[in-house]
């Protein structure tokens, strides 16, 4: 189930919300918390559900062998069996049919390529599996004696399926013991409301102008290329954080407090910092448990770094331009490196924008194209080598039709909130009116969102022919 | 290893490492107090330590420290 | 002077309350007059009592600010839950989502769940209303309209593969309803999607008018041609005309958005350079001359039937046919209508900007019977069905659907049987031949399950005309002529 559907916003999610207040007592809301994760996966994976179950139960079991055999050898032994199961599964549910194309591909054999279908949040869910049972194996955290308080950790539909990737670490303590309090509630609404305008007024919106300019990139201009892809880059920041908003939101009505997952990436000035407010869990995540391995000698500080980009490229997808796309990363924060941070500073700051941005929209369009053929397309329209022109009339018009859109998108790109907050936060008066307005607004978001969705089964094309 | 033997070999790697002479290091200092001291220069740092003081981190240790106190302690502990 | 003493109650209704919900109190002013001495405990307590009060202002906005987003939730699920469901969505010409039946199948592969939360989002009450106000209030706000001819354009921003999927399980449902409300819709939204990027489905409402963009053949028109040619080689003794019906692509753009379109005169002769021994209709030259006259839809992608009555006209002078005057028809005009490209862009300017829907019946008298696509399955029928029973968005429905063989047996006892392949333009063309051939038989390329040689043949055809609106002759739909060749 996603987010963004009325059946979601109006029926899921108040049954579940009058459930969690009538329950009493942090175990029975845990039990209402459980349930209701369990029929919100299965209700987009009526039998995917038992492999999530299944990854459950092995991660649960090895961190308890972990446990008891601190420090010898059966810690290692769980410790490597758990992480090879929880790859091995995101490796055959995610990679197997990538894998065999390829080598069919490189070998001319005909390997029978399986059909596949993603098991949804499996990315999300196998990296917090595997952080929980390398900081036990750390014994960073203790491991979790209770079945019922692992599964809470690992389902909580507000971060099961997109992310952000919680760490047991950050919320081991309030599985058992958490305070709601009325400002928890009421910050964790207004940001649920927040996120989906964020997902559905700006990012389905900016979708429409970035599918028909790259979508159809073969009859763009070298502008439309351009437009198309800095509305996609918008759409996919609005779109993830949206989400991410979401999750942390209904965490925080709930009681839990997960991390912050996106910090206004494009307010950054150079690729490393762009990493450093861009999907912040993923990043730390590959800090702590990547990063440090030490195989490369005496070049693993560049060994770490382009192992990282590499596999943040194949978590995003089973393609070659995920993983150029990662790599593509890579090299911009080795290049930054090289020249060092204190050189860095010495360009002037607008300069940096400028190169950053640039770096970042170009990165959205490998990210776009899973075809490379269009790909190559793309380079070469917005490069000035199109076939199109530098600008026609379609361009114009979209951008004329759409451009208090872009202009809201692009304001909402900046830390306005914060802004405002660390204004009114400084007398009382202005606190209290902003608290005020901020319920106002909310619940005006929340309908208008809700208003647009009722759109969103219009399906055109079953009428559009000829 | 003391402490008070270590630090003073400690600073003169941090200020080697991020190139600043005005650093001067105490167990509570973090990544936070040291602009540039983020997940790649930990690498150069942790690499730069272990030559001075001729020890090798684990993982796990690299991972977790999160200040320079934690670093001293693995110092005192196998450092030469 | 009431307001005020109001507001004085309501502070002191605060100070009460934040007496009786601050327990831990006595505690924190211990601890205050431990740290600060006695004496000066009376001022602390002042300060103490002002910060625990704004506390509990504070507390009273979250509480107020719950409230106010819990009631929207409660009244959402109100609407969707309680509320009636709508069943049907006339601007989109379909039955809305039903609520699925349960069976294990359908609940391990997922249908089932998918199909329940389908059926709240597709059933909202008041969904129509709903539709215009975001048609007319909210999508405004993203931006203005280009340049003095008000322009706006629509891409083809439904292709992604997510959106595409949920479109399929959609159609499934639709194509199972589709016989009751007499309507086009039919299963292959895929399959008139862009081809290699070329053809595209942009669409420009300019001067209040809908104008599908025409993106050019680029070389599919030679395929076009070579199929008509191997009709021509199967059946030598038929004469084999060919119709390639421009849009108003060609018509109706102002000069600066020409750019937006492809030629389709230029693909229509090399069209005809690219023919055998078959005869090509130039329905292009009649059309222009009359492009001022109501012969395309505004709201629509296809013409209006009195565009279809001069390209008839020209087909009829070629093929040395009888032509009635359209004064031998009876005038129908439906007014209101509001036609597919609405439903495409959901544009507040195509909706409130409706047209009237003009056709014409034959006076003369004609036997209709519709087959299915097997040419089986005869039932008699009406040439043109009621539109009294349709929403105004389905008037061009007055044709029926595509999906069946429609066979005319006309008072014209002259001896020529034609069969007419075609798309959903050729529909408008059959009531203007009803004067012109003995028999015609109305065949779509796309839902024809026979031979499409042998057919002809078996009805014994003297004439066979292929008339389709460029989209089709040069998109995907090309593919169809010749499948029908080898079935």
Redesign the interface.
């Known amino acids: 189930m996603v987010f963004s559907r009325l059946f979601f916003i109006y029926i899921f999610l108040p049954v579940c919300l009058l459930c969690y207040a009538l329950a009493r007592g942090t175990k029975h809301k845990n039990t209402v918390l459980i349930i209701f994760s369990l029929i919100f996966y299965a209700w987009g994976e009526p039998v995917y559900i038992f492999l999530m179950l299944a990854t459950a139960a092995v991660n649960y079991t090895a961190a308890l062998f972990i446990g008891k055999y601190q420090g010898k050898v059966g810690d290692t032994a769980a410790t490597i069996t758990a992480v090879v199961y929880d790859l091995l599964m995101l490796g055959v549910f995610k990679y197997s049919g990538f894998i065999l194309e390829n080598i069919n591909a490189l070998f001319s054999s005909s390997l029978p390529v399986p059909d596949i279908r993603l098991p949804i949040g499996i990315s999300f869910y196998t990296f917090q599996t595997i952080s929980y049972i390398i900081d036990c194996h750390w014994e960073k955290v203790k491991p979790q004696r209770s079945f019922k308080d692992f599964l809470l950790f690992l389902t909580l539909f507000p971060q099961l399926i997109a992310g952000p990737i919680v760490r047991y670490s950050s919320i081991e303590k309030e599985i058992n013991e958490r305070t709601i309090s009325m400002s928890d509630v009421s910050y964790g609404l207004n940001r649920v409301a927040l996120g989906l305008a964020k997902k559905v007024l700006l990012a389905d919106q900016l979708s429409l102008i970035a599918e028909s300019f790259l979508g159809n990139i073969g009859g763009s201009t070298m502008l439309g290329a351009w437009y198309g892809a800095i509305a996609y880059a918008m759409q996919i920041y609005f779109d993830f954080s949206g989400y991410s908003d979401i999750a942390i939101g209904l965490g925080r009505v709930f009681g839990f407090h997960f991390d912050e997952n996106f910090d206004h990436p494009f307010m950054c000035r150079d690729i490393t910092e762009f990493w450093q407010r861009w999907h912040i869990s993923l990043g730390t995540f590959f800090r702590d448990y990547l990063l440090y391995v030490p195989i490369f000698g005496k070049r693993r500080k560049y060994g770490g770094l382009f192992l990282v980009w590499l596999c943040t490229g194949i978590w995003h997808g089973a393609n070659w331009n995920y993983i150029i796309w990662g790599l593509y990363y890579g090299l911009f924060i080795f290049i930054e490196l090289l020249i060092g941070k204190k050189k860095m500073k010495v360009i002037p700051v607008f300069i940096r924008h400028i190169y950053s941005k640039f770096i970042i929209i170009i990165g959205f369009a490998i990210f776009y194209f899973e075809d490379l053929g269009k790909l190559g397309t793309f380079f070469k329209t917005a490069f000035g080598f199109g076939k199109n022109g530098f600008i026609a009339v379609q361009d114009k018009i979209s951008f004329v039709n759409n451009i208090f859109l872009i202009a809201a998108a692009v304001i909402c790109c900046f830390p306005l909130i914060r802004s405002i907050k660390d204004i009114t936060d400084r007398r009382f008066a202005a606190k209290a009116t902003m608290s005020s307005a901020a319920a106002v607004v909310s619940a005006l978001l929340l309908v208008i969102t809700s208003i647009i969705l009722v759109d969103a089964t219009t399906s055109p094309f079953l009428y559009y022919q000829f | 290893m003391k402490t008070n033997e270590i630090i003073p070999r400690l600073n003169e790697v941090f200020r080697d490492v991020f190139?600043d002479s005005s650093i001067s290091v105490t167990e509570k200092t973090t990544a936070d107090d040291i602009?540039?001291w983020?997940?790649?220069a930990?690498?150069?740092l942790?690499?730069a330590v272990e030559a001075e003081f001729g020890l090798r981190f684990k993982?796990?240790e690299?991972?977790?420290m999160k200040n320079v106190g934690d670093m001293i302690n693995l110092i005192a502990e196998r450092g030469r | 002077m009431s307001k005020n003493k109001k507001n004085s109650d309501a502070e002191t209704d605060k100070n009460i309350s934040a007496e009786t919900n601050k327990r831990p109190e006595p505690a924190i002013s211990i601890e205050a007059s431990d740290r600060q001495g006695a004496s000066i405990d009376i001022p602390i307590k002042a300060k103490k009592s002002k910060k625990l009060r704004r506390k509990a202002a504070m507390n009273n906005i979250s509480l107020a600010n719950i409230l106010l987003l819990g009631a929207v939730f409660a009244g959402g699920f109100t609407y969707v839950t309680l509320f009636p469901h709508e069943t049907k969505a006339d601007d989109e010409n379909r039955y809305l989502a039903a609520f699925p039946k349960f069976s294990i199948k359908a609940y391990t592969s997922g249908d089932f769940t998918d199909g329940v939360a389908d059926y709240f989002d597709d059933t909202v009450h008041a969904r129509a209303d709903i539709k215009q106000f975001i048609a007319d209030t909210l999508m405004p706000l993203k931006g203005m309209k280009y340049g003095g001819e008000k322009a706006e354009l629509y891409g083809k921003g439904f292709e992604k593969p997510v959106t595409t999927a949920a479109a399929a399980s959609t159609a499934q449902r639709t194509t199972a309803t589709t016989t009751q409300m007499q309507t086009t819709t039919t299963t292959e939204p895929a399959e008139d999607t862009a081809a290699d990027g070329e053809l595209t489905n942009n669409i420009l409402i300019v001067n209040k008018r809908g104008v599908n963009l025409y993106g050019g053949a680029w070389g599919t028109e030679q395929e076009y041609a070579s199929y008509l040619n191997a009709y021509k080689e199967a059946l030598p003794d038929v004469n084999i005309y060919s119709m390639v019906l421009p849009t108003a692509s060609s018509f109706y753009l102002p000069d600066e958005y020409k750019d937006l379109s492809q030629s389709e005169k230029e693909d229509f002769d090399r069209i005809e350079a690219a023919l055998g021994n078959i005869m090509s209709i130039d329905a292009y030259t009649p059309l222009e001359a009359h492009k001022d006259e109501p012969i395309y839809s505004r709201t629509d992608h296809h013409w209006q039937p009195l565009g279809a009555y001069y390209a008839a006209q020209q087909f009829a002078l070629t093929a040395g046919v009888p032509f009635p005057d359209i004064s031998e028809y009876e005038k129908v005009t439906l007014p209101g209508y509001v036609g597919t490209l609405y439903m495409y862009t959901q544009s507040a300017t195509l909706l409130n900007n409706p047209e009237d829907f003009v056709y014409y019946k034959p006076k003369t008298n004609v036997s209709v019977t519709q087959y299915d696509t097997h040419f089986g399955n005869p039932v008699a029928a009406d040439l043109l069905l009621d539109p009294s029973q349709m929403p105004n968005s389905g008037y061009y429905m007055v044709f029926g659907s595509d999906e069946r063989i429609v066979h005319v047996n006309t008072e014209c006892k002259n001896g020529r049987n034609l069969v007419i392949f075609k798309d959903s333009y050729g529909n408008a063309l059959l009531p203007m031949l009803t004067g012109s051939f003995e028999n015609i038989y109305l065949c779509d390329i796309r839902y024809f399950d026979l031979n499409a040689a042998e057919f002809i043949k078996n009805v014994q055809a003297t004439d066979l005309l292929f008339t389709m609106c460029s989209f089709s002759a040069v998109g995907v739909n090309r593919h169809c002529i010749y499948n029908n060749l080898i079935k």
């Open positions: 190139g602009e540039d983020d997940s790649l930990h690498i150069s942790v690499a993982m796990r690299v991972s977790a």
